[in-house]
């Protein structure tokens, strides 16, 4: 099978610090090869959630064996009685009936979320059979988020065989999963997201493009320009206040962050221009149409959504994800994790009254 260069470079980390992931859909023929591999790589133990038996056919049916993959019904999980305490302590309803709570328990994507909340797993990668606000819902509810983000986005990472673009071939972009409309507050926590990211999983200096259909003003100035503009600054002010290094400008159209030549004529002196390797889209329409045509149009290998602005790493993976891309974005995960435990302390137990 084809694995890229990419891939390669976080495997290569990951082994030395491996993390365990959670996979709530463990019956689907994408993700159980992809744990396999993970577990198989020793990148991490592996979580499949799901009935044991039907996970064991699906492993046998796509010829893998499951070896450190750990098995667990969410309906009879050792921990379901923790979760359930924690679930009504958090509702905020002592007296919410408790099969309503059993119900909820028993959906594996929300079981996971709270697997990751009281740190049993390291990260989490879910979607793949599954509609994205599915997969958000719990997590934006019941994981902490960053104090310096104030709203959650996304992030794809992209690997092109043209190593000219971006940083040697990589790009990294969002939103394209998350935020529909984003304000100019979102937009430069995005691009500061994306920023981080890159740092996190290369060690480098990232350059962030804020994108538009102008170039510094090429475009009649209308709210949707003077939006970009906005974001631009506010981005390179919270940079420099969390002390994220990264180049950042806009407003920019795609080919002048991209295309060495076009930056000359439209944005020269710029220090993003023609080397951008972050892009960040104006709003969830353009993320999502772009990413979607690269996927469907281009020869690049695409790894997304992974999550940013929570204290703990999860991903929203695409229903259109193949195996490749749910272990890349297992990978990614897991080495977020070990950086994650270097930059931010551990989000404080959950606590709840076991006196019911």
Known sequence: MHTGTFFL??????????????FPEGTNPQVVRAAARYAHLRLGPVVLLGKPDLIKRQAKIQKVDLDRVMLLDPVHGQDR?????HFRAQEGNEKIKLNVIHDRLSDPILYATLMLRFNQVDGLVAGVGAYSGSVLR?????????????????????????KTVGDGGLLIAGDAAVVPTPKAEELAATAVGLAALKLQLTGRRARVALLSYSTKGSAAINEETK??????????QLAAKIGIKADIDGEMQIDAALNPAKAKLKAPGSPVAGRADCLVFP?????????????????VRTYGNILLGLRLPAAEISRGADEEEVLGVAATVGLLAVEYRKLYPEPSAPT?????
């Open 283 to 299: 709003d969830l329409s353009a993320g999502n149409i772009a990413i979607k045509s690269i996927q469907q149009f281009g020869n």
């Open 138 to 162: 719990p997590l934006i509810k019941m994981i902490p988020r960053l104090p310096q983000f104030s709203r959650i986005s996304s992030a794809t990472i992209l690997e092109c065989p043209d």
């Open 9 to 22: 470079s976080l495997a290569e980390k990951l082994v030395r610090h491996p993390k365990r992931i959670v």
């Open 352 to 356: 709840f009254n076991r006196n019911h």
């Open 81 to 85: 009685q923790m979760f359930v305490d």
């Open 227 to 236: 939006k970009i503009i906005e974001a631009t600054k506010k981005a390179q």
